[in-house]
Protein backbone atom coordinates (compact mmCIF):
# COMPACT_ATOMS: atom_id res chain seq x y z
CA UNK A 1 0.00 0.00 0.00
CA UNK A 2 1.33 3.34 -0.43
CA UNK A 3 1.00 5.68 2.40
CA UNK A 4 0.96 9.41 2.24
CA UNK A 5 4.58 10.31 2.31
CA UNK A 6 6.73 12.72 3.92
CA UNK A 7 8.71 15.47 2.81
CA UNK A 8 12.68 15.78 2.75
CA UNK A 9 14.02 19.21 2.75
CA UNK A 10 17.80 19.78 2.41
CA UNK A 11 19.03 22.30 4.11
CA UNK A 12 22.88 23.63 4.88
CA UNK A 13 23.93 24.82 8.72
CA UNK A 14 27.07 26.37 9.85
CA UNK A 15 28.18 24.75 12.75
CA UNK A 16 30.86 26.82 14.90
CA UNK A 17 32.60 23.62 16.54
CA UNK A 18 33.41 22.50 13.59
CA UNK A 19 34.37 25.42 11.11
CA UNK A 20 32.60 24.10 8.21
CA UNK A 21 29.01 23.78 6.39
CA UNK A 22 26.78 20.61 7.72
CA UNK A 23 24.46 19.31 5.51
CA UNK A 24 21.16 18.37 7.29
CA UNK A 25 18.10 16.14 5.60
CA UNK A 26 15.21 16.98 7.33
CA UNK A 27 11.89 14.47 6.80
CA UNK A 28 8.87 15.89 7.89
CA UNK A 29 5.43 13.81 8.24
CA UNK A 30 2.78 13.85 5.46
CA UNK A 31 0.29 15.82 8.28
CA UNK A 32 3.16 18.24 9.77
CA UNK A 33 1.62 20.70 11.19
CA UNK A 34 3.15 23.83 13.57
CA UNK A 35 -0.05 22.77 15.82
CA UNK A 36 1.22 19.50 16.88
CA UNK A 37 4.84 18.62 18.75
CA UNK A 38 6.91 16.51 17.52
CA UNK A 39 9.72 14.03 18.66
CA UNK A 40 13.44 14.35 16.99
CA UNK A 41 15.35 11.23 15.93
CA UNK A 42 18.67 12.64 14.62
CA UNK A 43 20.58 10.30 12.18
CA UNK A 44 23.94 9.53 11.65
CA UNK A 45 24.91 8.11 8.24
CA UNK A 46 21.89 10.27 7.87
CA UNK A 47 22.17 9.94 3.35
CA UNK A 48 22.67 6.24 4.71
CA UNK A 49 19.25 6.15 6.85
CA UNK A 50 17.14 7.83 4.02
CA UNK A 51 18.41 5.43 0.77
CA UNK A 52 19.24 2.02 2.73
CA UNK A 53 17.42 2.57 5.93
CA UNK A 54 14.26 3.91 3.70
CA UNK A 55 13.94 5.25 7.52
CA UNK A 56 11.36 7.79 5.75
CA UNK A 57 9.04 5.33 4.05
CA UNK A 58 8.85 3.36 7.52
CA UNK A 59 7.98 6.55 9.05
CA UNK A 60 4.88 7.23 6.69
CA UNK A 61 3.87 3.98 7.00
CA UNK A 62 4.04 3.91 10.95
CA UNK A 63 2.57 7.58 11.25
CA UNK A 64 -0.35 6.82 8.97
CA UNK A 65 -1.21 3.55 11.41
CA UNK A 66 -1.13 6.02 13.93
CA UNK A 67 2.13 3.14 15.37
CA UNK A 68 4.56 5.71 16.74
CA UNK A 69 4.09 9.24 18.14
CA UNK A 70 4.61 12.56 15.93
CA UNK A 71 8.60 12.52 14.47
CA UNK A 72 10.79 14.90 12.62
CA UNK A 73 14.21 12.69 11.09
CA UNK A 74 16.76 14.98 10.64
CA UNK A 75 19.48 12.67 8.73
CA UNK A 76 23.26 14.01 8.81
CA UNK A 77 25.43 12.53 5.88
CA UNK A 78 29.44 12.81 5.75
CA UNK A 79 31.10 13.95 3.08
CA UNK A 80 34.05 11.02 2.63
CA UNK A 81 35.17 8.35 4.22
CA UNK A 82 38.05 9.72 5.65
CA UNK A 83 35.69 13.04 7.46
CA UNK A 84 32.75 10.25 8.31
CA UNK A 85 36.22 8.67 10.88
CA UNK A 86 36.87 12.11 12.01
CA UNK A 87 33.85 12.78 13.10
CA UNK A 88 32.49 9.80 14.47
CA UNK A 89 35.60 7.34 15.57
CA UNK A 90 36.27 7.95 19.11
CA UNK A 91 39.95 8.44 17.96
CA UNK A 92 38.94 10.83 15.54
CA UNK A 93 40.46 14.42 15.55
CA UNK A 94 36.74 16.35 15.35
CA UNK A 95 34.78 13.88 17.49
CA UNK A 96 34.55 15.85 20.49
CA UNK A 97 33.67 18.64 18.07
CA UNK A 98 30.89 16.72 16.37
CA UNK A 99 29.73 15.69 19.55
CA UNK A 100 29.45 19.10 20.68
CA UNK A 101 27.48 20.41 17.61
CA UNK A 102 25.13 17.92 18.50
CA UNK A 103 24.32 18.99 21.45
CA UNK A 104 24.82 22.30 21.61
CA UNK A 105 24.45 23.78 17.81
CA UNK A 106 22.09 21.73 15.95
CA UNK A 107 19.47 20.66 18.81
CA UNK A 108 18.76 24.15 19.92
CA UNK A 109 18.36 25.52 15.79
CA UNK A 110 16.00 22.38 15.41
CA UNK A 111 14.32 23.06 18.70
CA UNK A 112 13.65 26.82 17.11
CA UNK A 113 12.88 26.17 14.05
CA UNK A 114 10.31 23.01 14.59
CA UNK A 115 7.71 22.57 16.85
CA UNK A 116 9.52 19.72 19.27
CA UNK A 117 9.18 19.12 22.55
CA UNK A 118 12.15 20.09 23.97
CA UNK A 119 12.92 17.30 26.39
CA UNK A 120 15.52 14.60 26.32
CA UNK A 121 13.35 11.82 26.23
CA UNK A 122 11.95 12.84 23.20
CA UNK A 123 15.46 12.81 21.50
CA UNK A 124 16.78 10.10 20.16
CA UNK A 125 20.14 9.31 18.28
CA UNK A 126 20.54 6.79 15.98
CA UNK A 127 23.43 4.77 13.47
CA UNK A 128 25.14 2.25 12.52
CA UNK A 129 28.52 0.99 12.90
CA UNK A 130 30.69 3.81 13.82
CA UNK A 131 27.92 6.05 13.41
CA UNK A 132 26.16 3.93 16.20
CA UNK A 133 29.27 4.67 18.08
CA UNK A 134 29.15 8.26 18.02
CA UNK A 135 25.60 8.05 18.66
CA UNK A 136 25.83 6.45 21.93
CA UNK A 137 28.96 8.54 22.97
CA UNK A 138 27.32 11.77 22.49
CA UNK A 139 24.41 10.74 24.81
CA UNK A 140 26.62 9.43 27.48
CA UNK A 141 28.26 12.35 27.59
CA UNK A 142 24.81 14.57 26.72
CA UNK A 143 21.80 12.61 28.69
CA UNK A 144 19.69 15.28 29.82
CA UNK A 145 19.61 16.41 25.56
CA UNK A 146 19.53 13.03 24.74
CA UNK A 147 17.33 10.41 26.04
CA UNK A 148 17.27 7.65 23.51
CA UNK A 149 19.91 5.71 21.53
CA UNK A 150 19.40 3.38 18.46
CA UNK A 151 22.71 1.37 17.92
CA UNK A 152 23.28 -1.10 15.13
CA UNK A 153 26.38 -2.74 15.19
CA UNK A 154 28.27 -0.02 17.14
CA UNK A 155 32.05 -0.30 16.55
CA UNK A 156 33.30 -0.62 20.54
CA UNK A 157 36.98 -0.27 21.89
CA UNK A 158 38.37 0.41 25.21
CA UNK A 159 37.57 4.00 24.95
CA UNK A 160 33.43 3.27 24.72
CA UNK A 161 33.61 0.83 27.05
CA UNK A 162 35.33 2.90 29.80
CA UNK A 163 33.10 5.78 28.71
CA UNK A 164 29.91 3.80 29.99
CA UNK A 165 31.37 2.53 32.50
CA UNK A 166 32.28 5.35 34.36
CA UNK A 167 28.63 6.55 33.59
CA UNK A 168 26.67 7.48 36.58
CA UNK A 169 24.32 10.39 35.77
CA UNK A 170 20.64 10.57 37.01
CA UNK A 171 18.84 10.94 33.63
CA UNK A 172 17.90 7.27 32.56
CA UNK A 173 18.90 6.30 28.75
CA UNK A 174 16.59 4.10 26.79
CA UNK A 175 19.34 2.18 24.91
CA UNK A 176 18.17 -0.29 21.40
CA UNK A 177 21.13 -2.12 20.77
CA UNK A 178 22.07 -4.91 18.20
CA UNK A 179 25.15 -6.88 16.54
CA UNK A 180 25.60 -9.82 13.89
CA UNK A 181 26.25 -13.04 15.23
CA UNK A 182 28.63 -13.04 12.10
CA UNK A 183 30.20 -9.76 12.62
CA UNK A 184 33.51 -11.53 13.89
CA UNK A 185 35.74 -10.23 10.65
CA UNK A 186 34.55 -6.91 9.69
CA UNK A 187 36.28 -5.25 7.02
CA UNK A 188 37.41 -1.22 8.21
CA UNK A 189 37.30 1.52 6.52
CA UNK A 190 41.42 1.80 7.42
CA UNK A 191 41.15 -1.44 5.59
CA UNK A 192 41.65 -3.25 9.24
CA UNK A 193 39.34 -6.63 10.05
CA UNK A 194 37.83 -6.06 12.88
CA UNK A 195 35.86 -8.57 15.55
CA UNK A 196 32.53 -6.60 16.35
CA UNK A 197 30.84 -8.83 17.86
CA UNK A 198 32.72 -9.78 21.20
CA UNK A 199 33.62 -5.89 22.09
CA UNK A 200 29.50 -6.02 21.71
CA UNK A 201 28.91 -8.21 23.88
CA UNK A 202 31.41 -6.67 26.65
CA UNK A 203 29.34 -3.34 26.32
CA UNK A 204 25.73 -5.25 26.72
CA UNK A 205 26.79 -6.71 29.96
CA UNK A 206 28.38 -2.86 30.97
CA UNK A 207 25.10 -1.93 29.66
CA UNK A 208 22.81 -4.33 31.58
CA UNK A 209 24.12 -3.19 35.00
CA UNK A 210 23.09 0.25 34.50
CA UNK A 211 19.60 1.40 35.37
CA UNK A 212 18.89 2.17 31.86
CA UNK A 213 16.07 0.95 29.52
CA UNK A 214 17.98 -1.61 27.90
CA UNK A 215 17.13 -3.79 24.87
CA UNK A 216 19.93 -5.92 22.95
CA UNK A 217 20.19 -8.62 20.51
CA UNK A 218 21.94 -10.66 18.11
CA UNK A 219 21.04 -11.18 14.78
CA UNK A 220 21.80 -13.94 12.92
CA UNK A 221 23.67 -12.13 9.70
CA UNK A 222 26.78 -9.91 9.36
CA UNK A 223 27.30 -6.00 9.21
CA UNK A 224 25.37 -4.72 6.60
CA UNK A 225 21.99 -3.01 5.38
CA UNK A 226 20.93 -6.59 4.62
CA UNK A 227 20.06 -6.65 8.32
CA UNK A 228 20.05 -3.32 9.49
CA UNK A 229 16.91 -1.86 6.95
CA UNK A 230 14.41 -4.38 8.33
CA UNK A 231 15.87 -3.95 12.03
CA UNK A 232 14.50 -0.85 11.65
CA UNK A 233 10.57 -1.62 11.56
CA UNK A 234 11.41 -3.52 15.30
CA UNK A 235 13.57 -0.47 16.15
CA UNK A 236 11.52 2.82 15.40
CA UNK A 237 8.62 1.26 17.13
CA UNK A 238 10.30 0.06 20.65
CA UNK A 239 11.81 3.88 21.22
CA UNK A 240 8.62 5.58 19.17
CA UNK A 241 5.25 3.87 20.02
Known amino acids: MEYPKGTIHELTFFSQELNEEMQLLIYLPANFSPLYKYSLLIAQDGRDYFQL ?28 VKDRRRKYHPNGDQ ?12 VPFLDQKYPTYQMGITRALIGDSLAATVSLMTAIQYPHTFGKVIMQS ?19 LEIYHVIGQQETEVKMTDGKISDFLNPNRELSKILSSKPFTYFYEEFNGNHTWTYWQPDLRRALKQMFS
Open 53 to 80: GRIGRLADEFLYKKEIENLIIVGIPYKT
Open 95 to 106: NQQYIRFLAHEL
Open 154 to 172: PYVDSQVLNLVSSFSDTPI
